[in-house]
């Protein structure tokens, strides 16, 4: 069993960055391709970034691909994301999610993925 745990959210000023982690426990997370998914308020959940295990690949949202940077530490059960000139429409709360069955290929929908942290609450002020 994985316990995952987000923090890093809080309050930024459009134009800011934030960079969000996740730490994993219970076991190692280095055989498990990660995912950050976020759920707006009113709107589904919706698949924001992977990155497989040993971080060499990634796939992002299309429309995130530039500003948004997964990222992983296996050494300390870490994964990152890096939220580069926030948006207002960015707010929302961010969950990260593991695979424990990863194959060659990254997925984006949501019941691929296994483990589900709580999620932590991002706000962009305008």
């Known amino acids: 069993q994985v316990q995952l745990v987000e923090s890093g959210g809080g309050l930024v000023q459009a134009g800011g960055s934030l960079r969000v982690s996740c730490v994993g426990s219970?076991?190692?997370?280095?055989?498990?391709?990660m995912a950050w998914f976020r759920q707006a308020p009113g709107k589904e959940r919706e698949f924001v970034a992977a990155?497989?295990?040993?971080?060499?690949?990634?796939l992002y949202a299309t429309t995130l691909k530039g500003r948004f940077t997964i990222s992983r530490d296996n050494a300390k059960n870490t994964i990152y994301l890096q939220m580069n000139n926030l948006k207002p429409e960015d707010t929302a709360v961010y969950y990260c999610a593991a695979d424990e069955n990863p194959g060659i290929f990254l997925y984006t929908p949501q019941n691929v993925y296994d483990y589900w942290g709580q999620g932590t609450q991002v706000t962009v002020s305008s």
């Open positions: 219970g076991r190692t997370l280095s055989r498990y391709a």
């Open positions: 990155v497989g295990p040993d971080g060499s690949r990634t």
